[in-house]
């Protein structure tokens, strides 16, 4: 499977080409010395020929079976990055704002429970806010009377799970408080705006102090807002002198 006798030299070509070009050369020799030259002259021609369409079809192989190139990888590459750019300050944002939707939830949840909490046991029940700390607060119960509140009512270590522990020791009304709830804390970096203290009365009603008076003010009908805070953005609770606790969006 070489090259013809007496051909210039060329790629080597499969074993078909080769009979195909022996079947044409044939007819065309043992007449004379010109027609053993035309034969030649035919031979080499369609030798060269197929060498250059299987030359051709071996690079078109090798071309369908090529990767991606330096240049295209750093061309997608490059826009990757833009678009990651791009994203990075919106998938922030989307983050923030489920932590501050998630505060305003818990803060909900929190002030319904001291709601129901009130009623059911028939106790005045607080919710007191960044308290023992920035960012934390907690349901506790009136030690004394609306009226006459106890001294530890406005302790500045009421909120203090190592001295009013949850759950309570007892249920012993001669030993209160037997209803104070868990610490709760918000969302990192997420804080309070405005969150006066909330009482709320075993009839249902909210009160919140004003101007140093005992018994506290009723919550007007209007309400009063707890807000949360992260960066610009504010969302609020409201709950108004009825008892009624409302999400604002």
């Keep these: 499977m070489g090259t013809h006798q007496g051909c210039p030299t060329y ?4 074993h078909r080409n080769y009979q195909r070009l022996s079947a044409l050369r044939r007819p065309l020799t043992g007449r004379n010395g010109r027609g053993r030259a035309v034969a030649q002259t035919v031979a080499c021609g369609l ?3 197929a060498a250059s369409r299987e030359m051709h079809m ?3 192989r090798l071309q369908s079976r090529a990767g991606f ?3 295209d990888m750093m061309v997608a590459i490059s826009i990757m990055a833009i678009l990651a750019a791009a994203a990075v300050p919106q998938l922030v944002n989307v983050a923030d704002s489920m932590k501050l939707g998630q505060a305003q939830r ?13 009623v059911s046991a028939n106790r005045p029940i607080l919710v007191r806010f960044n308290c023992p700390a920035v960012g934390q607060y907690r349901i506790t119960e009136l030690i004394g009377s609306p009226s006459v509140p106890d001294a530890d009512d406005t302790a500045n270590d009421r909120c203090s799970e190592t001295k009013w522990r949850y759950p309570a020791n007892d249920n012993d009304p001669a030993t ?3 209803h104070d709830g868990p610490i709760r804390y918000l969302p990192n970096t997420v804080t309070f705006g405005t969150a006066p203290t909330l009482e709320f ?5 909210v009160h919140k102090q ?3 008076e005992n018994p506290w003010s009723v919550v007007d009908v209007g309400g009063t807002a707890v807000t949360v805070v992260k960066g610009t953005t504010v969302k609020s609770v409201t709950v108004n002198g009825l008892g009624k606790i409302q999400l604002v969006q």
């Design 69 to 71: 190139s330096l240049i």
């Design 11 to 14: 790629e080597r070509r499969s």
């Design 201 to 205: 009365w075993p009839n249902g009603t």
């Design 58 to 60: 071996h690079t078109q």
């Design 176 to 178: 209160r408080p037997n």
């Design 106 to 118: 818990d803060v909900n949840i929190e002030l319904n429970q001291a709601r129901l909490r009130a």
């Design 47 to 49: 030798s060269a020929s």
């Design 210 to 212: 004003v101007a140093g």
